[in-house]
């Protein structure tokens, strides 16, 4: 699994606009997207900043989304943004919203060697 996250400045007072766009727009085209699984947005108590999470099952599907959705949706709430959002696409190594697999990279191995030296330390206590 893969999420997207975003994050961009408002306009002062936009924050009302910016999530009737997300309600009533934005998620319902992104839930008819190959590979799409959900989406949570974020405010900063101010209002002035929101940060959107939306998780893929493919990292493929967070790209096309990337390079072909992700400019329509700038440009429908482009009246809401204060700037250039920061986005980030990012592995999903644990959640409680979606069961996953644990990726195959180096933080997994070092996960299961941890995991493996605690069940050690913990027999090695029970046995003396």
Known sequence: MF???????????????????????ILPWLR???GFLDAITLAVRSGREVVSISFWDQE?????YNSTGYPEVLEILKKTLAGTPQVRTLD????????????KTSFSTVRGRQRGDSTTAANRAHRG
């Open 92 to 103: 999903v190594v644990s959640s409680t919203l979606q069961k996953i697999d644990t990726p």
């Open 32 to 34: 008819k997207q190959k």
């Open 60 to 64: 493929e599907n967070a790209q096309s």
């Open 3 to 25: 999420a997207r996250h975003v994050t961009v400045k408002l306009k002062q007072g936009s924050l009302p606009e910016f999530t009737r766009v997300m309600d009533s727009e």
